[in-house]
């Protein structure tokens, strides 16, 4: 059998091929999307983000036996950075999940960053995508210590989990901006710690200071867990289950569906466009002749640019012009 | 983006001491490859699965505790069986001489003992990879 039907008939070592390929942009990788492609989009895929040492792993551990008690397959996405000096990384999420580890249920996958900043690393969609073709029904992403410009998450989760501890400083002005405002259910961990009711108090007077939500909008619950011990998972599920019951309900499972297809397909489009336009000033000579100008203050940038884009266009539909079928080759 | 090398660290068996693995684990960091350290108390079986699931390419065993004669083969076996024969398997810590010839027959590439050198480690990995790659 070849790598996509071992993928979809459920075996772990396909997946774990599939996931290698894709990170390392492997000339087979994409071939093996398109082809798994329509057989995604079943999956239901939950973030967890929050700041360094609040206890996001062991939580997603916690949670992915919760969500394996119901007989489904659960995937584990998680992330840590790579080093910027040598491209290394330790990865050390595993050591604190060690109860879902023991159930081949629970496919867990470390991540390195590889220099992509936003929370994730740059082959998140697509190992969701190789997961949710693999037949895991619930997909937890675990995404890097996060403060505010980490919110990639919300690109691809339906449900983001934001989880802080108390005792980390003024733990809510670090995450007031930007993830504050992702997070459909917030965790206060380690909830038996002093100051975990201050922490609690002052999410839920961010969460009114909110901009006005609809009547009937999804309102983010405030949760306390102990996840060391398991005390309150149970209810972090439960308020997930009910923003994706929501999600159903309002139509927000369709519409985040065309909104994750329709910003996949623009950064797909805009990264064909702009190697095809660099590819052609490269050789028409175009490149060299306006990055002169711009170096001697001759042309701004943004001008050089749209110099580039109108000669292009030129060129491409001089190509199509009929009866000049071999246009292509006098650009 | 070319192919990074994946090393999962694994501590099996009932000892408590990491050190070793972690020193270990940063030098293959600080080498440019991924590490990924599954903690203290591993079951061969738990170890097994982290390697096919992690994809790894190479699978550094710690063991101080002298049940390598048991749990080595153990895994290999069980990597063998998960169609992941091909990964390098690597022993380092305590392993009296008279025991490594059973270890190099039962599949390990190699057992490194106390006081070899990190660059040594480090470059012994990187080579058998790259040469079976």
Do not use: C
């Amino acid at each position: 059998m070849d790598l996509a039907s071992r993928l979809r008939a459920g075996d772990a070592a396909a997946l774990a091929r599939a996931i290698t390929l894709v990170e390392n942009s492997d000339a087979g990788a994409r071939r093996l999307l398109s082809e798994l492609y329509p057989h995604t989009g079943r999956a239901r895929v939950i973030g967890i983000t929050g700041p360094p040492g609040v206890g996001k792993s062991t939580l997603t551990d916690q949670l992915a036996v919760e969500f394996r008690s119901e007989g489904g397959l659960v995937g584990v996405v998680a992330v840590d950075p790579t080093s910027p000096f040598t491209g290394g990384a330790i990865l050390g999420d595993r050591v604190r999940m060690t109860r879902g580890a023991g159930d081949p249920g629970v496919f867990i996958r470390s991540l390195a960053t590889r220099g992509q900043l936003g929370g994730l690393s740059r082959a998140t969609g697509d190992v969701i995508k190789l997961m949710d073709a693999g037949g895991r029904d619930v997909i937890l992403v675990e995404t890097v210590g996060a403060g505010q410009a980490e919110i990639d998450i919300m690109h691809y989760a339906h449900s983001t989990l934001v989880v802080v501890a108390p005792g980390l400083g003024d733990e809510i002005q670090a995450i007031k901006a930007g993830i504050m405002e992702i997070g459909h259910v917030f965790v206060v961990n380690k909830a038996d710690r002093d100051g975990a009711d201050r922490t609690a108090a002052e999410l839920e007077m961010m969460l009114e200071m909110a901009p006005d939500r609809d009547p009937g909008a999804w309102r983010p619950p405030v949760i306390r867990t102990v996840a060391r011990d398991g005390s309150g998972v149970s209810e972090v599920r439960r308020q997930a289950d009910a923003h994706w019951a929501y999600l159903k309900r309002e139509g927000g499972l369709e519409e985040g569906r065309r909104r994750r297809a329709a910003s996949e397909l623009a950064a797909m489009a805009g990264s064909l466009a702009e190697r095809h336009l660099l590819e052609w000033a490269r050789i028409s000579g175009a490149w060299n002749r306006v990055l002169d100008q711009v170096t001697e203050r001759q042309v701004d940038p943004y001008g050089g640019a749209e110099v580039l884009f109108r000669e292009y266009r030129e060129a491409a539909l001089l190509s199509r012009t009929p009866g000049n079928a071999g246009g292509r080759e006098e650009l | 983006m070319g192919k990074i090398i994946r090393v999962l660290v694994a501590k099996p068996g009932l000892d408590s001491h990491d050190r070793g693995a972690k020193v270990v684990a940063r030098a293959y960091r600080d080498a440019g490859m991924e590490v990924i350290y599954t903690g203290l108390h591993q079951t061969p079986e738990q170890v097994a699965e982290a390697v096919v699931q992690e994809d790894a390419d190479v699978l550094a065993i710690s063991i101080l505790s002298g049940a390598h004669e048991v749990l080595v083969p153990r895994m290999v076996e069980l990597l063998r069986r998960r169609g992941r024969g091909d990964v390098l398997v690597l022993v380092g810590g305590v392993v009296p001489d008279d025991d490594v010839p059973a270890l190099l027959q039962a599949g390990v590439a190699r057992v490194f003992g106390p006081g070899s050198r990190l660059d040594e480690i480090v470059e012994f990995t990187r080579r058998a990879v790259e040469g079976s790659g």
